[in-house]
């Protein structure tokens, strides 16, 4: 069985969220655990949104038979699992007011979008782009700031006690 561990390990330009990650991917060889692969993954940055980096650490497009070896070794035809999958993706998201700036390029970013999202891009509401509708359970986690959704605030970066 491969098990997969990834760890933040540089920071962005553009605030203290990570921007490379290490993603460490173990097997189990005959009774041994092993070490299959251990890598750097950089984080894409988005030419048409400013401060906007998406990382796919993992995907698995369907439930994996765990008797075989799992590979992720190319960029997958769409980063949205089918039934049974699990995919984990880290995002940097920008501020909205990157989206109100009027040198912004909506055409530009849907068309990256549809280009580094495949899958997910083209699930996108047309009336809210922010939101998408798949057949996804989806977690957030909040490094930091706020993530707002339509005039609610619904996730605050997780404060631990020193």
């Given at each position: 069985m491969n098990r997969t561990a990834s760890t933040k390990t540089e920071f962005s330009k553009h605030s203290?969220?990570?921007?490379?990650?290490?993603?460490?991917?173990?097997?189990?060889?005959?009774?041994?655990?092993?070490?299959?692969?251990?890598?750097?993954?950089?984080?894409?940055?988005?030419?048409?949104?400013?401060?906007?980096?998406?990382t796919l650490v993992w995907v698995n497009p369907t439930t994996p038979d765990l008797r075989e070896e799992q590979r992720f070794d190319r960029y997958p035809d769409s980063i949205v699992p089918g039934p049974g999958g699990t995919s984990l993706h880290f995002v940097t998201f920008p501020r909205g007011s990157v989206f109100a700036d009027p040198s912004f390029h909506g055409d530009a970013a849907r068309s990256e979008a549809l280009s580094r999202l495949r899958g997910l891009a083209d699930h996108f509401e047309k009336d809210d782009p922010e939101?998408?509708?798949?057949?996804?359970?989806?977690?957030?986690?909040?490094?930091?700031?706020?993530i707002w959704l339509n005039p609610v605030r619904v996730l605050s970066a997780l404060r631990v006690p020193p």
């Open positions: 203290k969220r990570p921007s490379t990650y290490r993603r460490v991917v173990t097997a189990n060889v005959d009774g041994k655990s092993i070490l299959r692969s251990d890598e750097q993954l950089q984080a894409y940055e988005f030419k048409s949104v400013p401060s906007y980096e998406h939101m998408h509708k798949t057949n996804t359970v989806d977690y957030a986690i909040v490094y930091e700031g706020e």
